[in-house]
């Protein structure tokens, strides 16, 4: 939200002139404040920032208060937590964010019409064909492969464990798939994490054998590659490979996305395109465009790229098209706009576990987009 915006915002409540819609956004707002401590800031920014907006605000509490009335009074208080906002404005982030990812905690006190955050969600193929809905699946061991034990770990995770490591069986791939409005880490039988976003599927062997460990990947997932200098770890997303000896490293490879984007964050990573091979250092990103036989390399926003691990979206100034591009798949929704909104800027971090009214409200109050919800559609409009 630009500062102006929310200032008006404040001023109209104050002076009793906001609509009983805005009443209703401002103070539901200042509810959340509670979790913004989640933000990090040094002491030396914290104190720097808000004693400048403090001083801001109090000298226009001081200009006006003679003339409130005593019943108004205590919509001063609302300044005084504005002072919150607007720190987080000036450093860049105006919602708080959450660190690690943790349990979805589905509640049952929803706005009408509201619509709950994705969470562990999963299908794993097995070789035969056979499918086990991971989230209905009881912890302990699913299966065998081979010579490899299929465990649901208490925490989870699905773990691949390699009973005889010297035996040489027949290769078996195993496929997990994550829905719209899921996500789900596996352990490969390599030790590799794997941590899938949502819509996305990862085909692996039971057992790697032979001169590399190939993946196959389709939409995003976060890699921690177990080093072995011997086997390198191969990730491939339509017509990029991506190969590595052990790394941490992102990958977007969405089918109704243009780019795929690799995103390194540790180690080294090779990016192969046809005949063409870009080589990345942590902090960079390779992009692959469709249709294009050249690979681009530039510095990435890790935040962004990395904020859906950690349990936010992080939107860094994103068109609203974008925005609920991601939106979508974590929620599991379709997208209807109405009027001219889908080119409007966005831009914030947020909770990825939180409803989708809590995004829904805080771009109506940043960039005036109005919305409705009817079953699982959610409606845009200026």
Do not use: C
Not at 16 to 23: F, G, L, N, S
């Amino acid at each position: 939200m630009e500062k102006q915006r929310f200032l008006i915002l404040l001023d109209k409540y104050i002076n009793r002139q906001a609509t009983q819609e805005e009443q209703g956004l401002l103070e539901e707002y200042y509810k959340r404040l509670d979790a913004l401590s989640e933000l990090e800031l040094s002491d030396q920014e914290e104190s720097k920032f808000q004693q400048s907006m403090l001083q801001q605000i109090q000298s226009r509490i001081a200009s006006e208060e003679e003339h409130v009335e005593p019943k108004l009074k205590r919509s001063y208080k609302i300044w005084y937590m504005a002072a919150s906002i607007l720190l987080l404005l000036t450093v860049g982030s105006y919602f708080y964010e959450a660190k690690t990812p943790r349990p979805v905690v589905q509640t049952a006190n929803l706005k009408a019409n509201d619509i709950l955050p994705g969470s562990n969600k999963a299908v794993l193929t097995l070789s035969n064909g056979k499918e086990i809905v991971l989230s209905d699946a009881d912890n302990g061991v699913l299966t065998n492969q081979g010579s490899t034990q299929i465990v649901k770990k208490a925490n989870g995770e699905l773990a691949y464990q390699v009973e005889n490591k010297d035996a040489n069986p027949q290769t078996l791939f195993n496929t997990i798939t994550i829905p719209r409005g899921g996500q789900y880490e596996v352990i490969l039988p390599d030790g590799t994490k794997v941590l899938l976003n949502a819509a996305s599927s990862l085909t692996y062997p039971t057992q790697f054998n032979g001169q590399q460990r190939n993946v196959e990947l389709k939409g995003e997932a976060y890699f921690e590659v177990a080093k072995r200098k011997a086997m390198p770890f191969v990730v491939k997303t339509s017509d990029v490979e991506i190969k590595v000896l052990g790394t941490h490293f992102n990958i977007s490879a969405y089918q109704d996305d243009p780019v795929i984007t690799t995103t390194l964050l540790e180690g080294s990573v090779s990016i192969n395109k046809g005949n063409v091979t870009a080589l990345l250092k942590p902090g960079q990103q390779g992009i692959s465009r469709s249709g294009l036989k050249t690979v681009s390399v530039q510095n990435a926003n890790i935040e962004q790229v990395m904020g859906w691990t950690k349990g936010s979206f992080v939107f860094a100034d994103l068109s609203i098209k974008e925005v609920m591009k991601i939106a979508s798949r974590w929620y599991d929704i379709d997208v209807e706009y109405q009027g001219n909104v889908q080119s409007k800027k966005f831009g914030g971090t947020i909770s990825r576990y939180k409803n989708i009214t809590e995004l829904l409200d805080y771009m109506k109050i940043t960039g005036g987009v109005n919305y409705k919800i009817e079953g699982r559609r959610v409606i845009l409009m200026n």
